[in-house]
């Protein structure tokens, strides 16, 4: 991990350093920025041979996965460059997977099913939030369910993570408020996640395995540093310092559920984004303060803690606050969710066995049906009164 201003001009000794030729992974939008420019003029500085990708677009379908693929087949690189947001990162570890291992991509579904190690990977974040430069995950839409999976192995971990936050100043207000809500869920998620007895058998079997010492450690000081600065962030995109403390934040709370996993919240957004194809990060941000509501029982002394780091009297409401604050809906019913569609989208995301189990509290249907109807209404306070 190289952090801090100006350290994008590092990606071309990096890239240099595996061999003469590069595959960059952006998308339209960053083709031209100075961004992208400043790591294009350092791989050529270093002697790399470049070609650009800029085809990347949210939610990483597959047609968009099999283009980048032949681009790679074509270049034969040594390494893979992502500049961009979690998308970005997510298609280049993809792209750097099925460069080094047969397909098709389903055949690496289940957890850990990566067999080998897979192209270098470079990872230059331009957001603050999905922390996919640190994280053994890349979250791809399945063509044939149009669900999101998440293909979780560690050897999809990138070799380097550049964070410059110089490249972070040019994210849109609603980008930077939806992608800094979702490292806020990791940061909570994985300090309130299932604590697993560590066993050698279990942590071969998943590169995530429940909260511990460092992922906690990490999660505090991202969800104090992100509760602190995202409204700033999102107020002044050119405050370099609130920019800076919330891609600090993104990138600990990324080691963070990197090491111990997400729960409920990123379960439930999986159906909920695929219904109302709202974005990722506006749905964990939502979703967020409700699981955390209905996970309080198991998590007390985690709250109380949680309050602390995030200068709060009640994390709950800090988190929903925050949300309402940066421009997130203040319900599901907002984006389009029928009242009706509650237990389908609960029947979804059970099936997302790699989060669900990940929660403290155990999960079932009428459960998530629970949380959901709750941040139907937008109240979270309706699960402590259903507890009584």
Known sequence: MIFGTGMAATTGQLAAGYGGRALVVTDPNLAGSPGLDSVRTSLHEAGVDVRVFSEAVVDVPESTIAEAVASAAEHR????????????????????????????????????????????????????????????????????????????????????????????????RTVTAHSGMDALAHAVESFMAISRPPTASSVLARPQVGKNLLSDTLALTAAGGISANLARAVDDGDDLDARSAMLYGSLLAGIAFGNAGVTAAHALQFAVGAATGTSHGLGTGLLLPYVMEFNRPARRTEMATLAGAMECADPVTAVHELGLRVGLPASLAEIGVEAGDVRGLAEASIGIRRLIDNNPVPLDVDALEQILRAAWHGEPNRLSTARG
């Open 77 to 172: 690189p040594d390494a893979v460059v992502a500049v961009g947001g979690g998308s970005t990162i997510d298609l280049a570890k993809v792209t750097a997977l099925l460069a080094s291992h047969p397909g098709p991509l389903s055949t690496y579904y289940p957890v850990e099913s990566v067999p080998g190690p897979v192209l270098p990977l470079i990872a230059v974040p331009t957001t603050a939030g999905t922390g996919s430069e640190v994280t053994p995950v890349s979250v791809i839409t399945d063509a044939k369910t149009r669900m999101k999976v998440g293909i979780a192995s560690r050897h999809l971990i990138p070799r380097h993570a550049l964070c410059d936050p110089l490249l972070t100043v040019s994210a849109p």
